[in-house]
């Protein structure tokens, strides 16, 4: 069990109105400036792709040019460009094992890299080629309910409650919906004593309530925000934050016992080899722990690895009594072989589930 003080405020922007379930590849609007770098690619041009998760899209727009001022003080002579893909954390992991030619990928789980690596497409050994195990920042699963909290919500047994519509980014395909669910599932677990009977029928009741599976984080925030469908939205603190700051009508509600989220990185080394990429790949991903990567964290309420700076914003995250996955669940094989594959207990609690499930 541990103790963790989350954050997160973003700049939504067009963001939140933009859901994307599907992958998205988009130009970085400022991200082409003269570099220099130790590569292979002898045309004096780099172009990287990050491939991520939905909800981080607007992080890494921001992150994007402040990476290329920086790499252009050192490498004035080469040209940066880089390409951003979003959708569901495991679909888009799923489409890089498939041939999306990432040069990095930045994920909200660890089973979607450690997919990568089983295909040799990604280092065996990425959580040791980067700080803090190649996690740079983290969240948490909070709950999102309109002003003033019109039915009550207060916690994880307030959702399995009658009378309430759920709205969650869906297990199967999505990491945010997948540390939705074992938010969930630990919270039953710590609150009936490891009682796995009692925390089934706790999670299936809440599973019952669920309006609507969307696709991915993002878009689960459109239905919930702009659609105004349900009462309450299960998400990431960060992008909890993003709503409120967005359209201010909402209230974020802070479980008594929740899930810490991990955010981690990786250069997916066959494709960088062969484009000539790999310097430029593993600055990208270095500089996401620098002062300026580590504020830009916080400036989105992702709560960052760097000690000092999240002491210096520890105003932002209130303190939480969380849990990592790993530690209540075991390593990341083997929640997705319990919990999620076919068959698994996810789809046996969700049976007789009335919520729509996003295609």
């Not at 929740?258 to 593993?282: C, I, L, Q, R, W």
Request: aromatic share 10%; hydrophobic share 35%; charged share 20%.
């Amino acid at each position: 069990m541990k103790t963790a003080l989350l954050p997160l405020s973003l700049t939504l922007s067009a963001l939140v109105l933009t859901a994307c379930g599907n992958n998205q590849t988009s130009n970085n609007a400022n991200t082409q400036t003269d570099n220099k770098a130790t590569t292979n690619n002898a045309s004096g041009q780099v172009e990287l792709l990050n491939v991520s998760y939905d909800v981080a899209r607007d992080f890494y727009k921001d992150y994007n040019p402040i990476f290329i001022k920086h790499y252009q003080g050192v490498n004035p002579d080469i040209k940066v460009n880089i390409k951003q893909s979003h959708g569901g954390s495991s679909k888009q992991a799923l489409s890089v094992k498939n041939g999306l030619e990432a040069d990095v990928v930045t994920m909200n789980q660890g089973s979607d890299v450690e997919l990568l690596a089983e295909g040799q497409l990604v280092d065996s050994k990425w959580r040791q080629n980067l700080p803090n195990n190649a996690i740079p920042f983290t969240s948490t699963i909070v709950f999102i309910v309109r002003d003033g909290n019109p039915k009550g919500i207060k916690d994880w047994a307030d959702l399995a409650t009658d009378g309430k519509e759920i709205i969650i980014a869906n297990p199967k395909t999505s990491g945010n919906g997948r540390y939705a669910f074992l938010g969930a599932y630990g919270y039953g677990l710590h609150t009936f004593n490891k009682d796995e009977a009692k925390t089934h029928e706790f999670v299936k009741g809440l599973l019952g309530n669920v309006k609507v599976f969307e696709n991915g984080g993002r878009a689960a925030t459109t239905t919930f925000a702009q659609r105004q469908i349900g009462d309450v939205l299960i998400t990431f603190e960060n992008e909890a934050n993003v709503i409120k700051e967005k359209f201010g009508n909402i209230q974020i509600i802070y479980p008594s016992y929740t899930v810490s989220a991990e955010n981690p990185v990786a250069v997916v080394d066959t494709v960088t080899a062969k484009k000539g990429t790999t310097d430029v790949a593993k600055a990208y991903l270095e500089h996401l722990y620098s002062d300026e990567g580590q504020e830009l964290a916080v400036k989105y309420f992702l709560r960052p690895s760097n000690p000092e700076i999240l002491a210096k914003y520890q105003d932002k995250f209130p303190a939480m009594q969380t849990f990592f996955p790993n530690d209540v669940f075991g390593d990341w094989k083997s929640i997705m072989e319990t919990y999620f594959k076919e068959g698994s207990v996810y789809d046996t609690l969700a049976v007789g589930a009335t919520g729509q499930v996003a295609q």
